[in-house]
């Protein structure tokens, strides 16, 4: 028999994230090569976004992907969460060249306030949200407090791009395939800040800072590159990442639902890792059933990364006491 579809939301739908993005979940790629979606879209209500958004759905229409049962395109958020099981938050506004993302604290901040308020109203009972607009750690916090009817571990935010990013660097300096690294986790703030976690990640099943065996690489060049990809692309691009930010909300939402994955997101910490225990810090976690988790917690950090782990929890918690008067 069929299974029910899935409603999942989609905000910002017709930018740059929105249509690389589209297009993956509706073939499958996302929740299940035999799972059904219903694409809920939202774009700002203005003629220009709406008709661009009506552009984007008119190529999804042309894919005719078998597992595309309905379409939803809104300008109203109560229609765009109405009964969603997944909401994802992509849509606002990117930084541009010179600017780090917690500059677009106070525009994008607002968003994630109506956001949250309409999700709590007429989101699906089983909702979880995925907050991917920037500065994301902070814009889950907000949406979170303003839907209090949804437990605060069904807001993620997503660090997912800097552990395919780390990933990605320790195999190209190591040489090898990206198959060989793994347990490559990202500690705090999507921001350069972040803590790529080497000292325990694996490339070819042994420990990644003896195979490198370079420690001025792994702390003076390995952090900064993973920590400030996202200028350098937006330097090389003239616009911020969206194919391979796409690509990892797949895999972040993907791995969410596959019982047994072990993969970094952002979660409300819970004072895990030495974190404050009300801010949402990357971490590893293991899919438990689908949509559940559990926070891994058995990493041993030494002198050093505790003291990375404190400096991406001290921008946390500045980033928080700037929006303290969007929570809820
Ligand atoms: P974009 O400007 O191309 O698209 C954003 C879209 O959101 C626009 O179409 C805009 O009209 C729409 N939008 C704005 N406010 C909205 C609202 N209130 N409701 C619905 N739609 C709204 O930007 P993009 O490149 O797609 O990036 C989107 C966001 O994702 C940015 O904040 C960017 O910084 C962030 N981002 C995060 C990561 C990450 O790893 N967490 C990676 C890449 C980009
Ligand atoms: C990224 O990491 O590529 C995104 O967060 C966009 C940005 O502003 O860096």
Redesign the pocket.
Known sequence: MAKKPIRVAVTGAAGNIGYALLFRIASGQMLGADQPVILQLLEIPVEGPQKALKGVAMELEDCAFPLLQDMVLTGDADVAFKDANWCLLVGSK??GPG?E?AD?LKDNGKIFIAQGQSIDKVAADDARVAVVG?P?NTNVMIAASQAKRLPADRFTAMVR??EN?GRAQLAQKAGVSINEVSDLFIYGN?SPTMFADYTHAKIGGKAAADVINDRAWLENDYLPTVGK???A??EARGL??AA??ANALIDHVHDLVTPGAIHSVAVKSEGRYGFDPNVWAGMPVKTTAPGAYEVITSYEMDDFAKSKIKITNDELVSERDTVKDMLS
């Open positions: 990117p930084r600017m993302r677009l920037n994301c791009l800097d990013r999507h990809r996202g200028a692309i937006i911020s990442s391979s930010a």
